[in-house]
């Protein structure tokens, strides 16, 4: 282990978990005594409220540490203790996997006048940093339907405003054009502040807004050097109000060190790693019970129940830290393997949101069969695919494809050419009217309607999704420890094939 941050994960955040023991610590069972070297001996095992113990957990240490998880708080660094605890408990040897990031501090908006309130917020990519109390100005917007929104494009859409003040705030409307040119064109204008809140026109509009104001339409930087905050759409009617007066703090972003947690079971090829990984953290809005501690929590069941394996392959787990700011603790271990170390890795299994209440069942498009969005995954990806499909089908399960845009963990490794696929089950995508005849579930919601919330919590889940893929999980890893032949032609165990021909590929 990497043990610069050893003490603090086993010793100084202990405390936190008190209230939740790991799941492999409840007692000797059957299951912690067999070697649980067979699909239907590992579902078994692999329970979904063994999941859930460790869901508890995550959401005891969010409940501790200010009802978050994320990268940079004390509450992901709880989570990375009960992983490394719980993983050491089965007999796992646990490394610590340290990167550096940039740890954006909390913003701040309130509103003063006409009425008070404390606005959830967050400073967008590329906002300058200052503290302000300051009249907010309302720039060209569109409150009343259709909302079709143009706020701030324009440079004359700041015409006649008076920015003369000592501190002014504009008020900004999603639509139409680049966030970063509307701050630009704001600060232009006098403007020591901006709130951009979203735009109201339809169901997925009108939550909080926080998005990218770096980089300008040509790509070149947008150089801000005020803040600039987001706002849902009610909280920018009410900011819109005559006579509003609102106080903005964003503090400078700083370098800090966050870890990845990596576990390995030894195969008897070193040279041939199958890995599974899903991301620990949580945005800063909640506590991200489900994103991601729902496929966090798989692995981490599958990772005890298969402690006693001996697989043919090696193994490896990994509990990504700041997913949530952009794929970095992932990219930062790719980044860091030579070509040789790169070479090893067979395939990378992800997991991340796997059991979003309003579920559809995706599975990763490795073959480009949808044509839609990106193209294939790197050889070996369809079969990954064709992998979860049979294991759907055999349990009369309808799927579909989702797009390998590269939005989670996996995009790091497709990079490099390394086969990837795994699962999904939707995140603020708003579910058909035909999905919901299939699944179930509630047409013109979002298949997770807590996505990146407060909400995010432990009840924001659908067993039934949990249950179903936490065992694909399970099914995933082992078979591929125990062989990658239709990946990349090494042969594995002889009689793993026969003993598990209802779950393999081309049974």
């Given at each position: 282990m990497r043990s610069v941050l050893a003490s603090l994960v086993v010793c100084v955040l202990l405390a936190t978990l008190v209230a939740v023991a790991p799941g492999a610590s409840a007692g000797k069972t059957a299951c912690e005594k067999r070697n649980n070297n067979t699909i239907n001996k590992l579902l078994e095992c692999v329970t979904v409220d063994g999941v859930r113990s460790h869901q508890a957990a995550w959401q005891a240490a969010a409940d501790a540490n200010e009802g978050i998880r994320a990268a940079g708080f004390p509450g992901y660094d709880a989570s990375v203790a009960y992983v490394v605890e719980t993983l050491e408990a089965a007999g796992y040897d646990v490394e610590l996997d340290p990167f550096e990031f940039t740890f954006v501090p909390p913003a701040t908006l309130q509103q003063i006048a006409p009425i008070a309130g404390t606005y959830e917020t967050g400073a967008f990519?590329?906002?300058?940093?200052?503290?302000?109390?300051?009249?907010?100005?309302?720039?060209?917007?569109?409150?009343?339907p259709p909302r079709a929104s143009t706020s701030g494009c324009e440079a004359t859409d700041f015409a006649g405003l008076d920015f003369s003040g000592p501190a002014d705030i504009a008020l900004i409307q999603r639509g139409t054009c680049f966030f970063s040119t509307k701050a630009v064109n704001a600060e232009a204008a006098g403007a020591e502040a901006v709130i951009i809140f979203n735009q109201g026109n339809s169901s997925t509009r009108l939550g909080l807004i926080v998005g990218n104001a770096s980089t300008l339409p040509d790509g070149s930087p947008s150089n801000l050097t005020i803040p600039v905050v987001g706002a849902s759409f009610d909280q920018g009617v009410a900011l819109a109000q005559p006579g509003s007066l609102a106080f903005i703090d964003v503090d400078p972003p700083e370098t800090r060190i966050n870890n990845n947690v990596i576990a390995e079971l030894p195969g008897k090829n070193d040279d041939n790693v199958v890995m599974a990984g899903a991301h620990l953290d949580s945005v800063q809005a909640g506590p991200g019970i489900q994103d991601n501690g729902s496929g966090s929590a798989a692995i981490l069941e599958t990772a005890v129940q298969m402690a006693k394996v001996k697989p043919v392959n090696t193994v490896r787990f990994a509990w990504w830290g700041?997913?949530?700011?952009g794929l970095v603790g992932s990219t930062a271990y790719v980044a860091d393997r030579t070509p040789e170390e790169l070479d090893d890795i067979a395939l990378y299994l992800n997991f991340d949101m796997i059991g979003s209440p309003n579920f559809v069942y995706f599975i990763y498009d490795g073959d480009d069969s949808d044509a839609v969005g990106a193209g294939p995954?790197?050889?070996?990806?369809?079969?990954?695919?064709?992998?979860?499909?049979?294991?759907?089908e055999a349990r009369d399960l309808p799927f579909l494809g989702t797009d390998f845009s590269g939005r989670s963990d996996?995009?790091?490794?497709?990079?490099v050419g390394i086969p990837a696929g795994g699962?999904?089950?939707g995140a603020e995508v708003v579910k058909t009217p035909e999905q919901a005849a299939i699944w179930g579930g509630t047409a013109g919601d979002q298949y997770d309607p807590c996505y990146h919330l407060a909400c995010d919590t432990?009840?924001?889940?659908?067993?039934?999704?949990?249950?179903v893929n936490s065992d694909a999980v399970a099914a995933a890893v082992l078979s591929y420890g125990m062989?990658?032949?239709?990946?990349?032609?090494?042969?594995?165990?002889?009689?793993?094939?026969?003993?598990?021909?209802?779950?393999?590929?081309?049974?």
């Open positions: 990519t590329g906002s300058g940093f200052g503290t302000l109390t300051g009249q907010v100005i309302p720039v060209d917007l569109a409150l009343d700041a997913e949530e700011l995954g790197p050889e070996g990806s369809a079969q990954i695919e064709e992998f979860f499909e049979n294991f759907y996996y995009g790091p490794f497709i990079a699962l999904f089950t432990f009840d924001n889940i659908s067993l039934e999704a949990l249950s062989n990658t032949e239709t990946i990349n032609g090494v042969k594995g165990k002889g009689n793993f094939q026969a003993q598990n021909q209802d779950f393999l590929p081309n049974s």
